[in-house]
Structures are given as C-alpha cells and as structure tokens.
C-alpha cells in the first residue's frame, strides 16, 4: 500500500561528515510510527542492521496490532477478549480474511463453504502411509500440507485473487482433516471422516476422538475450549512463522507451499513448540519430584550457566500480560473442572509453578509472564489431545491468519519478493592455492565454523 505522506521527518546524521538525509516517517493508525528507510542504501550506500528484526516494520498491515506493553491485541480492531468470548473460530476466519464480521447470511456461507470443503483427496491416505508411525506430527504436517501442491493444482496461482480464494477455503477446512488424519496414523486408529452437521471444532474433536466402534459424544465445555484455542492463535502479526510465508510467498510461489514452510517455522520451541516443551518441562520436574523440586527447576532457570528456561513463559512483544494467556487461563480452569482433573498431580503442579514464578523477582523485573502456550499445553493435555501433536493445532489455528497476511501482501501493488541485505564480516577476496600446499588452519578452519 502506498502510505500517506506526513509532515514528520527523521534526520540521520554521519559522523565521517558524510551528508545528513532526511527520511520521512508514517504513523500507522495506533501504535509506533515507522522511520522509512528505503532510500537509505540509494543515497548512502549503508544498510541499517537489526538482527531478530527487533527494531524493523517489514511490512504495513491492517490485520493484527498487538501493544506488548498494555497486552493489547486486536484482530482487525476487536479486542481479542470481545472475540473470544462472543464470536467462533470460523467467524474470526472470516474477520481475518475479509476484514469485516460476517452478517449471519455471510456467516451462513462461509461456514458451508469451509465445511464442504473437509474431505481430503483420498490419495492423501495413500502418501501420509509413507511416513514411519513415530514420526513426529509436525513433519508430517509440512509434508502433507506442501503436498497439497501436488493435489489441489487448479488453485495454485497466487496472482489470481479466486484461486487464492479457494485455496485459503481448501487450507482452513483441510487443516483439522489433516491433522487428525497424522493423528490417527500415529495411532494405529481408522480415519473419521469429517461430518457436516457438526461445527468446526466438534467436528475436529470427533475426528480426532471417535472410532467407528461406539458413538462419539460432544462436549461442549471441551469444544468451546478448542474454539477458543483456535481463535487466540488465529494470528499474531508478524511473528517467525507469518514472516516466513510472507518471505516464502514473496517469490510467487504456490499458497499450499507457502503455508507449508510457516508450519515448518512454527514447529520450533523458541515459536509454537512452546507449548509442548512446556508440557515437556512439566512432565520431567514431575518425574524429579513434582511440586517439592519447583524451588530447584527456578533455580536453574536463574543459573547463567544452565541455559535453562521456564517453557511457556515470557514474550518477545507482549512484556506485561499475555492477554491470549488471561483467556486461556480462565479455559483452562473450565476444562479441568469439567473433567474433575483439579487435583490431577500434573496440573496442580503447572498450577503452583505458575503461581511461585509470577511471584519471583527474577522474572518480575524482567517482566516474563505465562504466554498463552503455557495454558493452551495444559487444556489440551486435560482434553486428551497427545503433547507431540499440540504445535499441528497451533498450526491448524494460525493458518486463517498466515492466509490473510499472505493475501494482503500479494493484493499490494507495491509488494516486491523479499530480499534482505547483511553485514558481510567474512574474508576479503583471496586467492586459491593449490591443495598439497594448504596447511593445518584450513581444516581447524573447518572445524570451526561447523
Ligand atoms: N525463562 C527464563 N528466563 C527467560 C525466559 C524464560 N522463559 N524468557 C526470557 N528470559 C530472560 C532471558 O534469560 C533474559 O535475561 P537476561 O536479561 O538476564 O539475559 C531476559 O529474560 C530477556 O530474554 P530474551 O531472550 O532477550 O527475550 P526475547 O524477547 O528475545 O525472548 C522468548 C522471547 C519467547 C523467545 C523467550 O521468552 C523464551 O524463550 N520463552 C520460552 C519459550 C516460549 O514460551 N515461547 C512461546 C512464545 S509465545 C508463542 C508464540 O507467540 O509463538
């Protein structure tokens, strides 16, 4: 989008008398104004550097804004607190992909439509029985959702506005599909077939859940807490993995490949393996001792030296409260007692770490609270879904969210593919010399930068 001009401006200065350059500044509707840059190699031949991108806007967006410091997060506008607890996760799909709440006749239609599109090709089955039965369900599920390219080829072309339409109604109603599908794989258990009579959510759950040899019952209490999961991870603006499909896409390549590599970023424990390394970390202070080693386990998190970390808490944006984490908290109390599992031994453990780590100075002054993987892990687990498959529904969750950024940075008349630039720090240009006459340094070397 081109964006308004405003009378703002930012002065840089060089201290080798090289000239100063006057860069225009935006303002975005809410939030931090953004230093535009652009010309900046043109005129000076200097790059800016900010490893992590913890200082850089790679794009402007009218989807998501979060305020880390007042734990605001808003989708298209509406709290996500509003959301949650008055929308559904399809709803929400609609928000994020159209930019506007469905009227009921809308939301009729998208629902129908998501719904009719759950079925996979049954081939599917076929090349997800190539994979080993242990492996984890998170390369399974870049592999099944990159292999969509190769069943759904009439809805490929990014730069058709209606085959990214179909594409992003065939990615949002084949995700739990597919999801279920790893998981039953991994079980050993008959694929369930989606049901269109059942709502997003019920109908994952009984894919997941049911078996052909008894009646599957809904729980409410247990979909609306899956509903919720869905619809608190829906999107983060440009976290790891929505920077990596807006980069992907950026190329042109197909939008099933693009997403694939966003569920390949997700996977990581530092992004949306949170929640399983939590329930991870949980498992193992349980196994040393439970709630009696919880004064250990903090101390090592305070070690320098241990590298230890309490799973499931801090944020690289939000540095006052998670607002995702307030709701999913509140869920997650709705679901154990639903099931009676309050004082379930792991639970009253996350519970009382939870509770000493608010309370810590280590973790007060650096402003770490619980982020919503920290909650989400222990819901799922009350649920019965297993921890390996916990990021598969983060991904299922977020894709709606990596569709919607995806389609506003193609819709962009001025989108370019993504190419960032580095500060080079390596040799200077030399020359090769012949094998016999390279010495040890070379191999040590070697060794080194493995
Ligand atoms: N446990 C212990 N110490 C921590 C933690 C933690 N979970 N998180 C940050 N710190 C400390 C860190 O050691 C550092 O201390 P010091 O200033 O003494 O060196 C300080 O807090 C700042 O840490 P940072 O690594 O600079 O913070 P960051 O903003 O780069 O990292 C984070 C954000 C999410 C990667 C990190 O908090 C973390 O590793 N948390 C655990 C993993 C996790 O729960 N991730 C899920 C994020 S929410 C899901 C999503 O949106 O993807």
Redesign the pocket.
């Known amino acids: 989008m081109a964006l308004d001009p405003s009378n703002k401006k930012a002065t840089l200065t060089f201290s080798d008398g090289s000239p100063a350059l006057d860069l225009p500044i935006h303002a975005g509707t809410i939030g931090p104004d953004v230093i535009d840059i652009r010309q900046l190699y043109g005129k000076t031949a200097r790059f800016t550097y900010d490893p ?1 991108f ?1 200082s850089t806007a790679a794009c402007d967006s009218s989807i998501t804004y979060i305020d880390g410091d007042k734990g605001e997060l808003l989708y298209r506008g509406y709290p996500i607190e509003q959301l949650a607890t008055q929308c559904d996760y399809l709803e929400t799909c609609y928000l994020l992909l159209y930019g506007e709440l469905p009227s009921s006749e809308q939301k009729r239609q998208f629902d129908r439509t998501v719904t009719y599109h759950t079925m996979v090709n049954e081939q599917m089955q076929f090349f997800l029985r190539g994979f080993r039965r242990d492996a984890h369900p998170m390369a399974v599920m870049t592999g099944l959702v990159g292999a969509m390219s190769a069943f759904y080829p009439d809805s490929m072309n990014l730069n058709d506005p209606q085959q990214r339409e179909i594409s992003a109604h065939r990615l949002i109603a084949k995700m739990p599909t597919l999801v279920a599908m790893a998981y039953k794989y991994t079980v050993g258990q008959p694929y369930v077939y989606p049901r269109n009579d059942l709502s997003y959510a019920a109908n994952f759950m009984r894919m997941m859940f049911a078996t052909p040899c008894e009646e599957y019952k809904v729980n409410d209490v247990l979909v609306r807490a899956m509903d919720r999961i869905f619809i608190l ?1 829906a999107d ?1 603006e440009q ?3 929505t920077s990596t499909v807006r980069l992907c896409a950026s190329s042109g390549t197909n939008p099933f490949a693009a997403i694939a590599a966003g569920v390949a970023c ?1 996977w990581g ?7 399983e ?2 329930l991870g970390m949980l498992h193992q202070i349980q196994r040393e001792g439970g709630v009696a080693k919880i004064g250990e386990f903090i101390a090592s ?2 070690d ?1 030296n241990s590298e ?12 006052n409260y ?1 607002p995702r984490a307030k709701l999913m908290r509140e869920t997650c109390h709705e679901v154990l007692q639903e099931l009676g599992l309050q004082d379930d031994p792991l639970f009253k453990l996350a519970m009382a770490l939870e509770k000493i780590a608010l309370e810590d100075e ?2 007060v002054s ?3 609270y619980p ?4 909650y989400s892990g222990i819901v799922q687990k009350a649920i019965g879904v297993p921890v390996q498959l916990f990021t598969a529904i ?1 991904a299922l969750a977020r894709t709606v969210g990596w569709i919607a950024q995806l389609n506003e940075m193609i819709a962009d008349p001025e989108y370019k593919i993504g190419r960032p630039r580095q500060l080079y720090v390596g040799e200077k240009r030399r020359d090769v010399t012949p094998i016999a006459s390279r010495g040890v340094k070379h191999e040590k070397r070697a060794a080194e930068r493995v």
């Open positions: 992590g913890l991870h983060h976290n790891a993995s997700l424990p530092a992004h949306g393996g949170a929640n390394a939590a998190v305070k320098k230890v970390r309490l799973m499931g808490f801090g944020h690289r944006v939000y540095k998670d280590y973790f650096r402003k770490l982020n919503v993987d920290y983060f």
